[in-house]
């Protein structure tokens, strides 16, 4: 059991956060668990007031660690330091395990290189900032602590954090554009999210970059908000499918397609530790590219998708 005496008046959550200068989520879970104490007595309240000379005592919990699936894969580094990781994340992976999950997960890999994260309520979490679909392909960021953890997940909603995604649709785009359209649960298919009046608000901007000689066209997209299937949901509303997305709409016209074509292809952020802006480029994989270097003319590609000039592209769509 851990001590401390109230040196000034103020909310517990404040107090406790400022002492073990953790965020205020995790102090509100330690509360709310009945890991806290104020002068004897357990308080599950955040918004308690404490005073000056009150002894707050509490605990930590332990994560249950879980014990992880053999990976029989790995994953390509693309940045490594002592506070996070950028992954190129392979399609077909998922990242967080689940009961209805029984292949090895991203989670598994990273257990099995020794990174393993727990709050101070006993959450066990792996440094997963944002996330990313099991068939989508790209730039991931991983924490390798807490503070990595919380200092990213704070860019993520201040939007100094993001990604630019590339994908490839079955009908060109009519113009470059923004849909602006809330998103939750489809009321009638539990897998499928869907624009509903009381959704979540999301926001997507969509840019044209290089149409296909058989009309299929490749798009970049840069998401403001980050909900489940945000780009997929947005783009059937336009009446566009990313290729092989059946799930929303697509529809062959050639052989089966045998992913959903979606890369998170630039990821840019401040280093938590030394406030550095960074950017990291995640190659595309085999199939995409092998698409591309099909139906598309490669010179445009390369000029049209370069690091430096992909995120100017979006500079009139806000």
């Given at each position: ?62 994560a249950e660690k ?50 393993s994260l727990s ?58 554009t923004i849909v ?139």
């Amino acid at each position: 059991m851990n001590r401390l005496i109230v040196e000034q008046k103020n909310r517990l959550d404040k107090t406790l956060a400022n002492e073990l200068d953790v965020s205020r989520n995790q102090i509100e879970k330690l509360i709310k668990d009945g890991l806290v104490s104020v002068n004897g007595k357990t308080i599950t309240k955040s918004s308690f007031k404490v005073e000056e000379g009150d002894e707050i005592a509490y605990e930590f919990r332990e994560a249950e660690k879980r014990e992880a699936m053999p990976v029989d894969f790995d994953v390509e580094v693309i940045y490594e330091d002592a506070y996070l990781m950028v992954i190129n994340k392979p399609a077909g992976l998922v990242v967080h395990p689940a009961p209805s999950v029984k292949e090895p997960t991203l989670v598994d890999w990273l257990i099995e290189r020794g990174i393993s994260l727990s709050t101070i309520s006993g959450e066990e979490r792996h440094g997963i900032v944002h996330r990313i679909d099991k068939e989508t392909t790209g730039a991931l960021v991983i924490a390798k602590d807490n503070r990595t953890h919380e200092k990213l997940s704070e860019q993520l909603q201040d939007k100094s954090m993001g990604r630019y995604y590339l994908a490839l649709i079955d009908y060109p785009l009519k113009e470059d554009t923004i849909v602006d359209k809330p998103i939750g649960r489809n009321p009638n298919n539990r897998l499928k999210m869907d624009v509903v009046p009381h959704g979540k608000e999301a926001k997507t901007a969509f840019v044209k970059l290089a149409q296909s000689s058989c009309d299929t066209e490749l798009i970049a997209a840069k998401l403001f908000t980050g909900r489940t299937h945000q780009i997929r949901v947005h783009l059937a509303t336009l009446g566009r499918h990313i290729l092989g997305d059946e799930l929303y709409g697509f529809k062959s016209k050639r052989d089966r397609i045998a992913r959903v074509k979606l890369h998170a292809y630039l990821l840019y952020l401040r280093h938590p530790e030394t406030g550095e802006k960074m950017e990291f480029v995640a190659p595309l994989f085999d199939d995409m590219k092998a698409y591309i270097a099909k139906y598309f003319d490669q010179d445009e590609i390369e000029r049209k998708i370069d690091p430096d000039t992909l995120g100017d592209r979006f500079n009139g769509l806000q």
